[in-house]
């Protein structure tokens, strides 16, 4: 049953064992949650966002009782967790039958019922996380995997390949006209974002990437205005040759850049992303990143992680080395969805997340590395430790002096 918010942060009891809000986070990612009647969908569509999971562009996702934003993946009955509806009318988690909490939804929205003066459905061109971003998950294709080397991990990236191995068209990209019509919509009509990722698949051409999105952001700011985002852009992009090419997406109006690392152990970042490793290389990846810290300040670099694909010691090492050089490591939580990874399908147990929460905290708050967003993301962990990191560190002090 729930125990209630002791402190910052909700705890729960699970088999016998007290978790805390982010932990519970971790387990829903990595297990999915089974939601066996479509009455959740019935009684909580009309007034919450909440969509069928098999709807295009669905990304749902639950707030835990301290605002924990957790994205949930229908897993079926093979996960412990279900979702259901109380006597009481209000929606509740349980595990193995057993009542955890009660949760809740964010608020109904009309976002995804929106075309483009072109025709696109939003749907197919951005999704809503959390309770204030707006995220363009893929806007133009990843030529890695069409290459035949999508990473591992990344379901796009191997639809993608899959397309493209049948010799089938690809769904059509938005133009930047597009871009800034779903922003508009959803900064100024419907005032549902504050903070703004754009990112797409990785490219040969990184300078016409970083062109297209330095493109994007101008036609944002022509139609809805980058002043009227209250919090932050953030801009993913391909590590190009020349450092400087990334200037281009500042000059356009970005707040930061990511070039995502996403394994620190290199042997294995060889293997789980034959694509990043072959075509553009730590090397270009790590220039990129410190040209952006060194020109334009601490903060502005950033790199996801997908964590729970490479020991614990190698990915600390790697967010200690960054966050020291004014990078922001941005930890993803991997969601295995049946997957195999190196030919694992299972993610590892909370002892491991835990290192990396506690570690991440300590890192964060030495370097004072700000992650973007404000009330954090479904799958990532990098807001809710920043959030909470002087809780995490006042309770790992505790259990080191046995207090």
């Given at each position: 049953?729930?125990?209630?918010?002791?402190?910052?942060?909700?705890?729960?009891?699970?088999?016998?064992?007290?978790?805390?809000?982010?932990?519970?986070?971790?387990?829903?990612?990595?297990?999915?949650?089974?939601?066996?009647?479509?009455?959740?969908?019935?009684?909580?569509?009309?007034?919450?966002?909440?969509?069928?999971?098999?709807?295009?562009?669905?990304?749902?996702?639950?707030?835990?009782?301290?605002?924990?934003?957790?994205?949930?993946?229908?897993?079926?009955?093979?996960?412990?967790?279900?979702?259901?509806?109380?006597?009481?009318?209000?929606?509740?988690?349980?595990?193995?039958?057993?009542?955890?909490?009660?949760?809740?939804?964010?608020?109904?929205?009309?976002?995804?019922?929106?075309?483009?003066?072109?025709?696109?459905?939003?749907?197919?061109?951005?999704?809503?996380?959390?309770?204030?971003?707006?995220?363009?998950?893929?806007?133009?294709p990843c030529e890695y995997a069409r290459s035949g080397f999508s990473c591992?991990?990344?379901?796009?990236?191997?639809?993608?390949?899959?397309?493209?191995?049948?010799?089938?068209?690809?769904?059509?990209?938005?133009?930047?006209?597009?871009?800034?019509?779903?922003?508009?919509?959803?900064?100024?009509?419907?005032?549902?974002?504050?903070?703004?990722?754009?990112?797409?698949?990785?490219?040969?051409?990184?300078?016409?990437?970083?062109?297209?999105?330095?493109?994007?952001?101008?036609?944002?700011?022509?139609?809805?205005?980058?002043?009227?985002?209250?919090?932050?852009?953030?801009?993913?992009?391909?590590?190009?040759?020349?450092?400087?090419?990334?200037?281009?997406?500042?000059?356009?109006?970005?707040?930061?850049?990511?070039?995502?690392?996403?394994?620190?152990?290199?042997?294995?970042?060889?293997?789980?992303?034959?694509?990043?490793?072959?075509?553009?290389?730590?090397?270009?990846?790590?220039?990129?990143?410190?040209?952006?810290?060194?020109?334009?300040?601490?903060?502005?670099?950033?790199?996801?992680?997908?964590?729970?694909?490479?020991?614990?010691?190698?990915?600390?090492?790697?967010?200690?080395?960054?966050?020291?050089?004014?990078?922001?490591?941005?930890?993803?939580?991997?969601?295995?969805?049946?997957?195999?990874?190196?030919?694992?399908?299972?993610?590892?147990?909370?002892?491991?997340?835990?290192?990396?929460?506690?570690?991440?905290?300590?890192?964060?708050?030495?370097?004072?590395?700000?992650?973007?967003?404000?009330?954090?993301?479904?799958?990532?962990?990098?807001?809710?430790?920043?959030?909470?990191?002087?809780?995490?560190?006042?309770?790992?002090?505790?259990?080191?002096?046995?207090?």
């Open positions: 049953m729930g125990l209630g918010c002791k402190t910052m942060l909700c705890t729960y009891r699970i088999n016998g064992e007290e978790i805390d809000s982010l932990e519970l986070k971790i387990l829903l990612i990595n297990k999915g949650v089974d939601i066996p009647s479509d009455e959740v969908y019935e009684r909580f569509s009309n007034t919450h966002r909440l969509s069928s999971f098999m709807a295009p562009g669905a990304c749902n996702c639950l707030l835990l009782p301290d605002n924990t934003v957790v994205h949930i993946w229908n897993a079926g009955p093979r996960s412990p967790f279900t979702i259901g509806i109380a006597e009481s009318g209000n929606v509740y988690l349980a595990y193995d039958g057993r009542f955890v909490t009660e949760v809740d939804f964010p608020p109904k929205t009309r976002f995804y019922e929106q075309y483009t003066s072109k025709g696109m459905p939003f749907s197919m061109i951005a999704v809503l996380q959390g309770l204030d971003v707006l995220s363009f998950p893929y806007l133009w591992q991990f990344c379901y796009t990236g191997a639809y993608t390949e899959e397309l493209t191995r049948e010799g089938k068209p690809g769904l059509p990209f938005p133009k930047p006209q597009d871009v800034a019509e779903v922003v508009n919509y959803a900064v100024n009509t419907e005032k549902l974002a504050s903070y703004i990722q754009i990112t797409g698949g990785s490219t040969m051409n990184t300078r016409a990437e970083c062109h297209l999105v330095a493109d994007m952001l101008r036609a944002i700011d022509d139609l809805a205005g980058l002043d009227n985002i209250s919090g932050e852009v953030l801009v993913y992009t391909s590590p190009p040759p020349d450092p400087a090419v990334v200037d281009e997406v500042f000059q356009a109006g970005t707040d930061r850049v990511a070039c995502d690392m996403e394994i620190w152990d290199e042997e294995l970042f060889k293997r789980i992303c034959p694509g990043k490793a072959r075509f553009a290389g730590r090397e270009r990846q790590l220039n990129t990143l410190l040209h952006i810290a060194e020109r334009y300040g601490r903060n502005k670099a950033c790199s996801a992680f997908v964590i729970g694909l490479e020991p614990v010691e190698s990915f600390l090492s790697g967010a200690e080395y960054l966050a020291s050089r004014g990078i922001v490591p941005l930890p993803s939580i991997w969601m295995p969805m049946g997957k195999a990874v190196l030919g694992v399908t299972e993610a590892p147990g909370l002892p491991y997340y835990r290192q990396v929460r506690d570690g991440l905290a300590e890192i964060y708050e030495r370097h004072q590395c700000e992650p973007p967003g404000s009330t954090g993301f479904n799958v990532c962990l990098c807001r809710d430790t920043w959030n909470n990191r002087n809780e995490i560190l006042r309770r790992k002090r505790c259990c080191t002096e046995g207090t």
